[in-house]
């Protein structure tokens, strides 16, 4: 089975078994919200492991061996196994072989759900380390929602609202790897104006966002609520001329520059001592439309 639907009464969901992808999220009054993988970026919500973010030169380092690692890891383009399928909820594994080793030699099982309830998808991330070493990884969630979230309105009144203040500065990439320099966040308080211009300089990195939640909505739209638990960074991310925001919770972030240490040193990972297990939980909620007036 390449794809599982499963609905209720307020949303639609699909999703697919490679890269346990969520490709379809719709709300009974808001229609589709996510993006549907245009050409500008064939993707519509990537789960990201065993890296967030790009490595040095694509290099992992560890125990005197090098290996050959691309941008956010592979599981994004690999078939997971359906483990479970239910009216409401889906989950699926993916676990270490030997095309995994060949990448990144630690032994693994991933297994990723979502779970629907009310007006609320949760979706759930099981790290568990099998081996008999220390499991250093990365996990990542990567939704790309519409934006405009509904026809007729202009991007720029789109906002982002935050549970409490951010007035913590913000990190940026230089071709792909994690500046040193802090820069001044753009987010006023609680509230961050969304600006094609954000994002010229590719993604905004907060890497310890004081809030564990965020809406995303404009007048006469419906708001999406995005909430996490034990991701500890986040990302927000739009690609020029793409008519999507990406709003990334992460454990994990790109390779410092000039970081080409080992890769169990790599700032920001998790790491899970053998026998071991994390579990990392990203919500979203679609609420009725604001009013327009």
């Not at 970026?41 to 490595?55: K, S």
Request: charged letters at 20%; aromatic letters at 10%.
């Amino acid at each position: 089975m390449d794809h599982y639907r499963f609905t209720n009464d307020r949303l639609a969901i699909d999703v697919r078994a490679e890269g346990a992808e969520l490709c379809s999220l719709k709300g009974r009054d808001a229609g589709e919200l996510l993006w549907q993988a245009g050409p500008i970026w064939p993707q519509h919500a990537p789960n990201l492991f065993p890296i967030v973010g790009q490595l040095t030169g694509d290099l992992l380092r560890t125990a005197g061996t090098t290996y050959h690692l691309t941008r956010h890891g592979f599981a994004r383009r690999r078939r997971f196994a359906w483990v479970e399928r239910s009216a409401n909820a889906c989950t699926l594994e993916l676990h270490d072989d030997a095309e995994t080793r060949a990448l990144y030699p630690f032994a693994f099982r991933l297994r990723i759900g979502y779970g629907l309830a009310g007006d609320t998808l949760t979706v759930t991330y099981r790290l568990r380390n099998p081996g008999e070493v220390v499991l250093p990884a990365s996990v990542g969630a990567h939704p790309a929602f519409r934006w405009p979230l509904a026809s007729g309105i202009p991007k720029d009144a789109h906002t982002l609202e935050f549970a409490v203040p951010e007035p913590a500065p913000i990190r940026r990439l230089q071709d792909g790897l994690l500046e040193p320099q802090a820069f001044a966040s753009p987010i006023a308080g609680r509230m961050l104006a969304l600006d094609e211009a954000l994002f010229a300089a590719d993604a905004i990195i907060m890497d310890r966002p004081a809030s564990t939640s965020v809406r995303y909505t404009a007048p006469g739209a419906p708001a999406i609520d995005v909430g996490w638990d034990r991701f500890r960074n986040l990302g927000l991310w739009s690609k020029p001329g793409g008519d999507f925001l990406c709003i990334e919770p992460w454990y994990g972030y790109a390779s410092p520059i000039g970081f080409d240490g080992p890769f169990e040193a790599k700032p920001g990972l998790l790491l899970i001592e053998p026998g071991g297990e994390e579990i990392l939980t990203m919500r979203i909620r679609v609420a009725p439309a604001l009013s327009s007036q």
